[in-house]
Structures are given as C-alpha cells and as structure tokens.
C-alpha cells in the first residue's frame, strides 16, 4: 500500500477532512488538494460532497481543474465519488434549478417522492450489492452504511453499471461502478467498519 | 430496510462535559474528548455534541483542566477521534459559523435561537450546504396539555405544531425535539408529544428527553413513528452504554443496526 496516494479533491466541501481523516486511519497516504500537481501524481481520486447539487457544481467548476481530472480518468485513474460527489457523475440535477451534472453515469438526480417517510433519508441503511463488486468485496451479505440525502441518480437498479442499491420509499442505486470510476451514495468515511473495508477496497483498485 | 438511531448526546459548559436537569442544574463529569472515544468506540449510530455554556470558555481555569484553545481546535479534535457522525450545536448566529462547523468535522450543524433571530439565514444555510445539514432544535414544555416551544427559557407561545411547520418550510433536514420537564428526569419520552409530532412533520423526529432505561427507547419507538431516540445522561454512567442499549432493541426486534464494538 506504500505506493497508493489518495487525492482527495478539495473545492469546499465539508466532508474533505472526515474522508481525509478515514483514509489516513487505515495507514494510505492521502492529500486534500485541488492542485494540478498533487492530482497528477495521485494514483486515486476522490470526490467527496455534501449540499445542494448546484451549490457543489458551481464549486467543482470554479475550484477544480477539471479538465485535468477529466484526462486522469480517462487515462484510468480510479475515481470515487462520494454522496453529492457521485451524484454529480450523472446527467441533470435537479436540486435548486437544472444543473448539468459530470455526465458519466446515465441518470438524473431527483429527489425522493412524497410519501409517509420523513425526507431526508438519514441513518444507517443495507446495501444489497451484486456479487461482482468491486468495492463491497469481503463485506458479509447486506452491510449497513451511513446515508444523509433527500435526492438520488434514478437509474434503473438492473443498470449494469449500478453495483448495489438500497430501499427508501423506493429502490435506489447505492453505488455505481463503471470501470475506474465508483460512486457510492453513502458515507463510507462515516460508516465505521464496513466503511473501512470499503475504501481499503477503493484504494486497493489498480 | 432503513435502522432506528439511538443517539448519544454530549453537552459541554465551560468545557468540561455536563449533566442537566430542567436546563437549570448542571453536574460536571469531565473530559470532552474521553467521551467522544468511548462512544465511537461502542459504534454509537450518531453523536450530537451540544456547547450550551453561557459564555465562551474552553475550560475550568481553576482547575487547571483548559483542554482546548477554541471551537474550531475542540471539533477537530473530536471529528479525528469519531467515526461516527456528529452534529454540532451551540452559539451559531450566522452563516460563518455554520460554514466553521462543517468544514472543521461537523458532518451537521444543530441550530435554535437562529430559527427565531434570523429564519432567512436558515433558508440561505439549507440551500448552502443542504437540508440535511441543518438539525433545528426544538425545546418545549407541557403547559396546560399543550406544548409549546421555549426560546431562551422563556415561552414563545408558540405552539409545536405551529413551529414544526413554520421550520420545515425553512428547509431544516431534522428536527430534535427535546421536553425540558422531562431533561434528566428518568421518567421516560413524552410520547403524547413525539406521536403527534412525528405524525405531523415530513422530516425526521428525534426524541430527546427522558430516556431512565432502555425499555423507555423501546416505548417511544413502539408507539411513535419517530425517526432516532437520543440522550444524554443514561449514556454516561455505564460501561458500553450505547452497545447494551442497542443490543437490547434488536433483541427485542427492534430494527436497529445489530449491535458490535470497535476494540
């Protein structure tokens, strides 16, 4: 693991320093940055989120040198996505007007329906995950993770991109996997032990 | 199939971690990080961490027991030692201090006074950094069968029913909704108080305020919809308080997260 340097990307989200936090606890090196250089020399990035879909766009657009990290991932760089940070990997958000998300996952981010559910959807949820996963590998059948979230991607939960979804008033993708590129709805870094294994997992993709 | 949280909730005045009883007598018990350990420790679901001082004050000078310099240091402190998440209340009245909490470690911001002094900030925060971020705290109190919500110990005359609709349209993501005849008083929830609530309101519920033992969250829970019990004293007097009480509920079918611990 020596050679694994996490980046996680910094543009003023307020989870920077847990997901930071969680990956040094588990002895990976890891920088928070939005510096071209320290993205360049990370051997995984990491999009970390909370808020609102456009307040967060509007922030990846003006802090991070996207178009650099577009060409990282494109190159194969293993990228996760984190809550808000997976949900702008897809198509349109629809939090606080139109925004245009990432576009790499195929999906709007609505938000929940009405229904006798409080909204958000906060607390400790399974993940039903499908046995190829990447991420999920080594956890036991359904494993619990920590949600806070009122909107999701609506993609089709047989998408085969989406890896694991759960049930809130519906059944939503979870986490996505596309080759390099990973979201996860939940908070990994906030998820205690599956958490962990979780993102030892991530860092372990080559 | 979404878990029940049981939330421990720590309160801090003048830096050291209290006891309360009717908001007015307070106990000191210590350390404020030695708690934080002990509850990440037993995998509690959530931690709420309230700083209900009257006035700034990082620590009892006469003790000689300053443990931290500001906020800011004190919640790094605590979110390095956390793995769980926690929400942060006392002393914000503006944005900034929002904006300080979240990015030092508070994955939630809990407000009260601010949902009276300046309900366009609180708009403006749940649009900034999302509803889910921003927990209104609620306190009321029993009078003449009704509840009515208190603002700096004094009656607003408002009744919960009103409020929990006028905070909603402000975007709040969570209400915590805390009885202040029934702080420290071991005799259980108001559950008249968190039925109604929990019927009324589209956002979460936690009920805070009572708990004496576990069957008193089992209670809450059987006969309300509300989304999360917390507390505060119950969980500080016994070894692995957060583990027994949640090993209890599942054992008694409740859908909490099976219960475990973290060595």
């Not at chain 1, 090196?29 to 995984?44: G, L, M, P, R, W």
């Not at chain 2, 309900?119 to 889910?132: R, T």
């Amino acid at each position: 693991m020596q050679d694994t340097r996490i980046c996680v990307l910094d543009y003023g989200s307020g989870n920077v320093r847990s997901v930071n936090n969680a990956f040094k606890s588990l002895g990976i090196n890891s920088v928070i940055s939005n510096h071209s250089e320290d993205i360049n020399n990370a051997t995984h990035l990491v999009l970390p989120g909370v808020g609102g879909f456009s307040a967060s766009m509007e922030k990846i657009n003006s802090s991070l040198p996207l178009d650099l990290v577009r060409v990282q991932i494109s190159k194969g760089k293993p990228f996760l996505g984190i809550c808000v940070g997976m949900q702008v990997l897809g198509a349109v958000g629809y939090e606080h007007g139109k925004t245009l998300g990432l576009g790499y996952f195929k999906g709007n981010i609505i938000r929940f329906p009405d229904s006798a559910l409080p909204i958000p959807h906060v607390g400790w949820n399974d993940v039903s995950y499908k046995p190829q996963s990447t991420l999920f590998h080594g956890l036991a059948q359904n494993p619990d993770f920590y949600f806070v979230h009122s909107f999701f991607l609506n993609t089709d939960i047989e998408h085969p991109d989406v890896a694991a979804f759960s049930e809130y008033i519906l059944k939503f993708p979870s986490a996505i996997e596309k080759e390099n590129i990973f979201g996860v709805q939940f908070h990994p870094e906030k998820s205690q032990k599956n958490g962990k294994v979780l993102l030892k997992n991530f860092s372990r993709v080559k | 199939m979404k878990k029940i949280r049981v939330i421990p909730v720590i309160l801090l005045r003048n830096g050291q971690i209290v006891q309360s009883k009717f908001f007015r007598e307070y106990k000191n018990l210590g350390n404020p990080f030695k708690a934080v350990e002990r509850f990440s420790n037993w995998d509690a679901d959530e931690l709420i961490y309230l700083e209900i001082s009257k006035t700034q004050s990082y620590g009892r000078t006469d003790l000689n027991t300053i443990e931290y310099k500001s906020s800011t240091e004190l919640l790094q402190q605590i979110a390095e030692s956390a793995s769980m998440p926690i929400t942060f209340g006392g002393g914000i009245r503006t944005v900034l201090d929002i904006e300080m909490r979240i990015s030092n470690g508070a994955d939630k911001v809990s407000i009260n006074s601010l949902l009276f002094d300046s309900p366009k900030l609180v708009l403006e925060a749940s649009v900034e950094f999302g509803s889910q971020a921003i927990v209104a705290s609620v306190d009321v109190s029993l009078i003449r069968d009704e509840y009515f919500v208190f603002h700096q110990g004094v009656n607003s005359q408002i009744k919960i029913k009103d409020w929990i609709s006028r905070i909603s349209s402000l975007g709040v993501g969570e209400i915590l909704l805390n009885v202040i005849d029934r702080d420290g008083s071991k005799e259980g929830f108001a559950i008249d108080l968190y039925k109604k609530a929990a019927l009324s309101s589209n956002i979460p519920i936690i009920a805070l305020g009572g708990a004496g033992s576990w069957n008193h969250f089992a209670t809450v829970l059987k006969e309300t919809m509300v989304d999360a019990v917390a507390a505060a004293n119950i969980f500080q007097f016994q070894d692995q308080s957060v583990y027994l009480a949640r090993r209890f509920l599942y054992e008694n079918g409740f859908p909490v997260r099976p219960p475990s611990i973290t060595d």
